[in-house]
C-alpha cells in the first residue's frame, strides 16, 4: 500500500459502523468480510484437502449465524457442489439466513465463453441455489479464454446485460486476476464490480493501479486470496502463490521476513494479511476463503486483533520490489 492510498486507521471489526458497507454504486451492501466459497466445493486437487459435504453445510450455517452476510462463490467450483452446498445451508440455517447476499460467478466450459454458454451457467447457478434471481453475477476468469470474444456481438459480456436487463441477474462484475485483462475488460463500460485476487496482498500490489480505476468509475471492489493461497497464513504453508504457482525466492524470503516480524509483535501474520485489506478504504469487501466452521470466530476475532503502526510501517518496507510482483511483466 502506497503513502498515497486511502487507508481506515481504526479495526474494522463486527460492531464498527462501517462493518456493513455499499458496494460501489450497485446499492448492494456487504460485510467488510466475505466468506469465500470456493473451498465449499471440496477441490482437493486445487487445494489439497477435501471438503465433506456435512462440514461444508455446517460451515454455511456459522456463516449465517455470525455478522458475516456475504458468501461468494462461482458455477464451476467444485462443478456446482460449492452452489448446492451453500444452498443447503442456508435452507438449514433458516432466520438467520436473512439478508444474507450470495453472488456467483458465470464459467466458461473448455474455453467456451459464448452468450448461449454464459447463459447456461446462469440457469445452472439459480437451479443449485434454489433462487429466482441472483444479485451479482461475474464473469469468471477471463484471463483464461482471451480469445474468447467476450465483447463481440452475442459474446458473454451482452448475454451478460441481456439478463440484467431481464431482471434475472441484479448487476454484474468482472472476477479474475490478470490486470491487463482486467483493465481491458472494464474499459467496456459493462460491469459494475471488480473482483480481484493475490495482487493487493502484504507482498504484492499488481492491482494498485487497476483498484483505482475502479472506484474513480463508482465501481464496487471486492479483494480476494489476501493470503495468496495460504504462503501468508502458515510457514508450513507449501512455496506457492497466485494459482498456486511457485513463488519467487525473493517473495518467500520476504514472506518468512514478515513471519519473524509477526511473532515479533505477538501476533499472527494471518491477522496482518487480513487487517492489510481491511484498512484499504478502497476495498468494499475482503473475500476469505474457508472450509470449517471454526474458522468463522477465529477469523472474526482476528480483527480485534491490535496491530501497531509501527509493524504496518516495518511491513511496507518488506514489500518486494514490484518487478517481483505477479504481473509485474504481465501483458
Known sequence: MTDSEPTISANVTPDAANWMRPLGNTGLRVSAITVGGAPLGSMPELFGYATPEEQAITLVEAVCASPIRSIDTANMYG???SELRIAAGL???????????????VDGKDGDYSGARVRESVTESLARLRVEYLPLVYLHDPEYAPDAGFERPGGAIEALVELRNRGVVGHIGIAGGHVPTMNRLIDTGAFEVLLTHSRATLV????NELIDRAKAMGMGVANAAVYGGGLLASRTAPPLYSNFKPAHPEVLSATSALFDLADEFGIELADAAAQHSLRDSRIDTTIVGMSKPKRVPLLLAGLTVQIPDDFWQRAAELMPDKSLWVDAHAN
Open 79 to 81: 462443478d456446482g457442489r
Open 91 to 105: 435452507t438449514r440455517a433458516g432466520a438467520t439466513a436473512e439478508g444474507m447476499l450470495i453472488t456467483t460467478k
Open 204 to 207: 504484492d500490489g499488481s492491482a
